[in-house]
């Protein structure tokens, strides 16, 4: 990350604000731990840094992640690519609404895609959204019961694309069964629509054919 010379020269130029918001935090300490693991997944650091030199709301929020959210802090380093979601102007006033989550999901897994590349996609997106409706309740922007119905929603339409993928998948190797029925029915607090972002989801399979 900060192997060129102007790297390095950005870093030097971003540490005493980088200092005084991570100062800020709760746990100061562990927050630079996972800021430099979190650069260490970087391939390089210059836009990063000049980002954030740049943004000092974007630093701040940065600096929070990585001090009071230890599960938004983790998805970040092994996913960096979600921190492009950060830069969205409209993160913070965008309400996670089911409809919201389901426009941005047919967006993300359109075309004809093959099977195992529609899962891989929709990991990556259930894994992205999940950070991102964690970020607007830790900044405020949503409350707990909305961001609750957000996670479940997200759950839902995610489970539910799945399982279409599966059943397309099914009907390309096997063919079709006469009859054939499938529901699967959300329990404890998916079934609540009341999901956090460390909850477990339960599931029930139902099947029936002729």
């Keep these: 990350v ?57 630093l701040k929020l940065m600096a929070t992640i990585m001090g009071a959210a230890p599960r938004l802090a983790a998805i970040i380093t092994r996913r960096p690519h979600v921190f492009d979601g950060l830069l969205d102007p409209a993160l913070l006033t965008e309400l996670p609404d089911r409809a919201y989550l389901s426009a ?54 995610t489970i539910e694309a799945a399982l279409q993928a599966v059943i397309a998948e099914f009907a390309l190797r096997h063919g079709s069964i006469a009859g054939g029925r499938v529901a699967l029915l959300g329990m404890g607090k998916l079934g609540s629509r009341e999901l956090t972002a460390g909850s477990d989801v339960d599931l029930i399979l139902l099947y029936d054919h002729d």
């Design 2 to 58: 900060t192997q060129s010379a102007e790297a390095r020269e950005r870093l030097t130029e971003l540490t005493p604000a980088l200092l005084k918001a991570f100062g800020q935090t709760r746990r100061a300490d562990e927050a630079l731990i996972r800021f430099d693991e979190f650069l260490a997944g970087l391939p390089a650091g210059i836009q990063l840094f000049s980002l954030l030199q740049s943004n000092p709301a974007l």
């Design 104 to 157: 941005r999901l047919a967006a993300f897994i359109e075309g004809d895609r093959a099977y195992e590349d529609v899962l891989d996609r929709l990991r990556i997106f259930a894994s992205e959204q999940k950070f991102l409706i964690g970020v607007r309740l830790l900044a405020g922007s949503i409350d707990p019961a909305r961001a609750g119905r957000a996670f479940s929603d997200l759950a839902d339409l």
